[in-house]
């Protein structure tokens, strides 16, 4: 079992108890805190003592260690940005930087106006050439300008659409890849999410974050070269240091209280959050109306959905809400300081004016252009500045970004090819299972699910498993198919562990249908292919397994038959008094296709779910796993089931998990009785009706129905 799992087991909390640790505890780890509404962040501010226990702190090595092996991924992100968006996103870059230069030429022109209207107050003389260039040369800004503008709206959506193509598919990939427990795991789930902002995945985003901070540079560096150059024998000097003094005070004040940078844990310890989504999805996803409907639990989700929104008030309801606002909501020392040094211009001039009026050399020109742009650049000064710790988040986010590509899965890959070839070759069938002393326990959960289970199958055998709700049958069959490794004990796959042998290798000799008939949200004849990926578009494969599987009937009937969709994603928005109308006018015009619907029973699905497992070429296969089969099926449908799966028996090893005595345990060569996670009895139908122990008196209270 892992860390996380160990430590989560062994101190199991539930969302109503109070956490044994106080932010007062992580503090002491040099862990920050900060809490909006019923969410914590917990995070590591730079200087802070290694949480591994030593107390020495790590912080100023620990964060440039992070930045340098944050290099390599910045430098592939850096070039996948550049391949997709190609010759274009460069010219878009320039174009960017070009419109950054326009406020300072702008500033150029802006003085020159003024020193040549100074000119004809006191000389009463006017340079007409020279005036006809200024403006001429302004106007030409303004069209530079706007040109630049409407280039980047235009051509902004269409590369960010073409950035977030290859980020979308690499968080797709990352997610489809990961096994059961990886995927189950919250802090798994936790980096997922944080990589994907308000629009889809970061990858345009960070980009943006990118070029901005260099449009800004070339914004600000180009006009505080013109106006210190405009200003420079009128004290232009000391005040460009004056403007920018505060600005660097107010950088060291920032980076004294960002933590942006490093790891955070955003959460909420909180029942009515889980409560708001629970409810949420009750009145907005199309599978559980029904139960909504039928319940009448309108009336009664509103209400809950509503108290539950009063009690959080106006804190955020979801975690990406918290990150929008920020750890910080701002402070009020910073703030202070920055609009302080905005002024520090115009005070020291004032007091240089008192001090020696005599001596005071400014002209009307420089005055305006001082007053005109010392605050606004202040600003931006201060504005790139606090842009250096989300610049430094987002090389974090980068590494993050791939980093999570390579999330080692927990059901660590065999070498080994099954099956193992001398058996093939000596004319084995099916696969023999065997169970050493195997003890589980579901990640997170408080006790093992499975203790000391021993049992053996021999290849071709068939092998019921009963046992009441909850005794572990399911579990069983979960890890003879390797969705999770047992923590104690071995399973053996012909006298091999399973571990040895290659994933792929296994799922393909191995044929699941599980309790839970999951479909996906294609279309039925996408799912039942899905049963063989490797020929997945096999339409007469298809035909046929749904014939086996008893599915062809209602499948036929059903108006869009094979290409019914079953969970149907309505991609559409309809707002406005006359929407309606105009949404039948479109159907009505066939503009517009209305999703159809199809409804399935219990059986269906399931007949469904069967069908898939028959895509499979039969020979391909040596082992089937059938989690409670025929649950939903009418009596026919489970009798012709069985039938049908009892004609493979010496063919195949057959592993059933069953409610049900009778069609199948009669004919079992074995049968493992559970009880508590453990394994109370085994043996033929015969023999334990002989041992008159729990299956036999269970078996008489199923027969006895019959009887009376
Ligand atoms: N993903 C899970 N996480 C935590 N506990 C689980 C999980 N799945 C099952 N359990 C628990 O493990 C125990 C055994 O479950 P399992 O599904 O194997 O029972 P079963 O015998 O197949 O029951 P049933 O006859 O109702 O299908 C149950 O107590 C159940 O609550």
């Given at each position: 079992m892992s860390k996380r799992h160990a430590s989560s087991t062994s101190n199991p909390k539930s969302d109503d108890t109070p956490p044994t640790s106080t932010p007062q505890t992580a503090a002491a780890f040099g862990i920050c805190h900060t809490r909006n509404g019923v969410w914590d962040t917990f995070y590591r501010p730079e200087r802070s003592p290694d949480i591994s226990g030593s107390q020495k702190f790590s912080g100023g090595d620990a964060s440039s260690e992070s930045r340098a092996r944050s290099i390599p991924y910045a430098w592939r992100y850096a070039h996948e940005v550049l391949t997709t968006g190609g010759a274009w996103l460069i010219v878009f870059c320039l174009v960017s930087l070009l419109q950054a230069t326009v406020p300072a030429i702008r500033v150029y022109f802006s003085a020159e106006l003024l020193n040549l209207t100074q000119v004809v107050i006191e000389k009463k003389e006017v340079d007409k050439e020279r005036l006809l260039c200024v403006l001429m040369a302004q106007a030409i800004c303004s069209a530079v300008d706007n040109m630049c503008a409407h280039f980047i709206r235009r051509n902004g959506r269409k590369l960010q659409r073409r950035v977030e193509k290859v980020f979308d598919r690499h968080l797709f990939h990352a997610r489809i890849r990961l096994d059961v427990p990886t995927f189950e795991d919250p802090v798994v789930q936790g980096r997922l999410n944080a990589c994907y902002n308000f629009s889809g995945s970061m990858g345009w985003a960070i980009f943006e974050e990118v070029l901005s901070s260099a449009v800004e540079t070339v914004n600000l560096v180009s006009r505080v070269s013109v106006v210190a150059q405009q200003l420079r024998d009128q004290q232009g000097g000391i005040l460009t240091i004056i403007c920018f003094s505060g600005d660097i005070a107010s950088a060291w004040l920032l980076s004294k209280l960002q933590g942006y940078d490093l790891e955070y844990v955003t959460i909420a310890n909180d029942k009515t959050i889980r409560s708001i989504n629970g409810l949420y999805a009750c009145a907005t996803d199309n599978e559980h109306r029904q139960e909504v409907v039928t319940g009448g639990l309108q009336e009664h989700i509103r209400s809950r959905y509503e108290a539950a929104k009063e009690r959080i008030g106006d804190a955020p309801s979801s975690a990406l809400d918290v990150l929008r606002e920020g750890f910080y909501s701002g402070n009020w020392m910073l703030d202070t300081c920055n609009q302080l040094t905005e002024r520090v211009p115009e005070i020291y001039l004032a007091f240089y004016m008192l001090q020696s009026p005599s001596a005071f050399a400014m002209s009307f020109a420089s005055l305006k252009i001082l007053q005109e742009n010392a605050t606004s650049l202040a600003a931006l000064s201060y504005q790139l500045f606090a842009r250096r710790t989300s610049l430094l988040s987002s090389f974090r986010k980068i590494r993050d970004f791939y980093e999570i590509i390579n999330i080692p899965n927990r059901i660590v890959d065999g070498t080994e090819a099954y099956p193992i070839t001398d058996l093939v070759d000596n004319g084995a069938w099916g696969t023999g299972i065997e169970f050493k002393n195997v003890s589980f326990r579901y990640?997170?959960?408080?006790?093992?699910?499975?203790?000391d289970v021993s049992f053996t199958i021999k290849a071709g055998q068939l092998c019921v498993i009963v046992g009441a709700n909850g005794e572990g049958k399911s579990t069983i069959v979960k890890l003879i198919n390797r969705m999770y490794d047992c923590d104690e004990g071995q399973i053996l796959f012909d006298g091999q562990d399973i571990k040895l042998f290659r994933l792929a290798d296994l799922h393909r000799r191995i044929s699941v249908l599980y309790q839970e008939c999951d479909h996906l949200p294609v279309s039925i004849g996408e799912n039942i292919g899905m049963g063989n990926p490797q020929n997945a578009d096999d339409k007469l494969g298809i035909i046929e397994a749904a014939k086996l599987g008893g599915a062809s009937d209602f499948i036929e009937k059903l108006p869009d038959g094979f290409d019914t969709v079953l969970a149907q994603r309505l991609d559409m928005m309809v707002a406005g008094q006359r929407a309606e109308e105009l949404y039948e006018k479109l159907v009505e015009l066939k503009l517009v296709k209305p999703p159809v619907k199809a409804g399935l029973s219990g059986g269906q699905m399931q007949r469904l779910a069967l069908s898939r497992t028959f895509m499979r070429p039969p020979e391909e296969v040596t082992l089937c796993l059938y989690d409670e089969p025929s649950a939903a099926l009418d009596p026919q449908a489970e009798y012709d089931l069985f039938q049908r799966l009892r004609a493979l028996k010496g063919e195949k090893t057959m592993v059933f998990s069953s409610h049900r005595f009778g069609h199948l345990t009669k004919h079992a060569d074995i049968i493992l009785f559970m009880k508590e996670g453990t394994i109370c009895e085994a043996g033929t139908h015969a023999e334990l009706l002989a041992k008159g122990g729990h299956y036999a008196s269970l078996y008489k209270i199923q027969a006895q129905a019959f009887q009376e």
């Open positions: 990640p997170g959960a408080e006790r093992n699910c499975l203790q």
